[in-house]
């Protein structure tokens, strides 16, 4: 699973549909929060040479803390033991979530990204 979205490369300052997968993510059931940083590529295949080298850098980086208010919307056990359901999955769940202001307007950016 990834996201489509689009970013500023930030390597070349242009603008790209980019590929966004998780690259780290912490869940704590004790603490009640999680943790995630994910990586934007110009491609899926890049995305999977990046696994294993180094040498190849994401063009943008976000990171999403989870606080416990909202732990148990996305992580809760009756929801990650369902079947097609995993703690991977809901924190992509969770990056997508809408966030809206005081003026009902969209604040996340990836409410709107594409799941592939």
């Keep these: 699973m990834a996201l489509k979205k689009t970013t500023i490369d930030k390597t070349t300052g242009e603008e790209v549909l980019a590929y966004w997968r998780i690259a780290l993510n912490n869940v704590s059931r004790s603490d009640k929060t999680a943790h995630i940083e994910i990586l934007a590529f110009k491609s899926e295949e890049i995305s999977e040479l990046a ?53 009902g307007l969209e604040t996340n950016e990836f409410a709107n990204s594409l799941d592939i």
Aim: proline share 4%.
């Design 51 to 103: 696994k294993s080298n180094k040498n190849i850098v994401a063009i943008d980086h976000k990171t999403f803390d989870v606080n416990p208010t909202d732990f148990d919307t996305y992580y809760a056990i009756p929801i990650v033991s369902q079947e097609g359901e995993n703690e991977t999955k809901q924190s992509y769940n969770y990056i997508k979530r809408s966030v809206l202001d005081e003026n």
